[in-house]
């Protein structure tokens, strides 16, 4: 399944995308077994075929299979075009974690609904006077945009070579980061990063929230004010949840503080096992109008402290709904109009041709082995500082 459509356009990232550094001796000069699948889920997918129905597809990498994947997608121009602009991906660059995001009907209209409603209702925010009538008009919702993270240790990395030089320092480009495409994101026009990021998640996916939470919090400085999973999906179930984190700084016992990533609402049901709406109507989905942007865009929160809410009811609604059209489409029982009688239907001649053939087979390979050359090259040439721990 392609990408839902954005409510609006969004750029294709927040950060300017990490350069490659020089590569090290831990990269494979082939790909992993892994690493070759996703490349062939790429190539089925560009054909029109859908390798696989998983919504959250989980490939194990080895140590530099994410730098020689991308390094071959892109080695192809056409099929690094179709993976830029129509897969949904994310990496966990501390596991070497590669995920496909394929999301379903349900998934995606359940986003939309819910999406939909927030707007709605900063649209009646922003028909008022004052500075949350003005802050409401300045949120958007980006749909799904590549969020890219500098990982954690180029980060201490930068910031030690910058406290030690007794200056600011800019962090360096890498290929150590951290990638996602959250399912919906609100963003103030002055923002850097989304205020608040919305997660649908299934059962498997489920198991990934709290680190993509804790991703998207600490890989923004805090600048990400809210993570919102609903869990639509648990096994042999038909309960649904809410769970809520926000960034908290913990004082530790020398004085420091850590920046967190706290778990402030915890799997609220607003549907239980048996598909029953949850008893509580004072429950749901609660924001705070100051919560879609940095505390930096705000001047007064007195004046931002607006509720945003979706009551359980609504959600679940919204939630049935939604498994309601996608079961229409798989029993094929949705209104359609059948072809006219001794209609043909004709397709474009494709030129080149766009299947899979034995000729993209063996180009991919023949890429392969230039990419593993030319990244071997880069090794030769690369001289690094060695300390006298290293030799």
Known sequence: MSKPPNLTTPP?????????????????????????????????????????????????????????????LKADESLWGFFDDKVRYDYFSRSDRFVLRMPTITHDSFCYSVSHEILRQLEIIATGTGEAAEFAKNVS??????????????????????????????????????????????????????????????????????GLAEDYILGSDGNIRVVVGLNIEYKQSKKATISVWRPQYVKQRDGREDLVSMQTVLDQEFRDNLGTLAPDPATGLELQLKDFASKGLIENPDTINHRVFISSSTLYNFLTRAEAS??????????????????????????????????????????????????????????????????
């Open 141 to 210: 919702c980006w749909g799904s945009p590549r969020l890219q993270f500098p990982a954690d240790e180029v980060r201490d990395e930068v910031r030690d070579e910058g406290e030690a030089s007794g200056g600011d320092r800019e962090e360096t480009a890498s290929s150590k980061y951290d990638a996602h495409e959250p399912d919906a994101a609100f963003t103030h026009r002055n923002a850097q990063w989304p205020g608040i990021i919305i997660e649908v998640s299934f059962s498997q996916k489920n198991k990934s929230l709290k």
């Open 12 to 72: 294709e990232s927040f950060v300017n995308p990490p350069l490659t550094p020089p590569p090290t001796d831990t990269k494979p000069s082939k790909p992993s077994n892994q690493a070759s699948c996703i490349i062939r889920y790429v190539q089925l997918r560009k054909a029109g075929l859908s390798p696989s129905d998983q919504p959250w597809a989980v490939f194990q990498l080895l140590p530099g299979d994410f730098e020689l994947l991308i390094a071959l």
């Open 326 to 391: 996608e079961k229409l489409v798989k029993e094929t029982k949705g209104d359609l109009i059948q072809l006219k009688p001794g209609a043909r239907k004709r397709r474009r001649q494709k030129t080149p041709p766009e299947e899979l053939n034995s000729d993209d087979e063996r180009r991919l390979s023949e890429e392969e082995d230039r990419v593993a050359k030319r990244m071997a090259r880069r090794d030769g040439d690369y001289v690094g500082s060695v300390s006298p721990a290293d030799e």
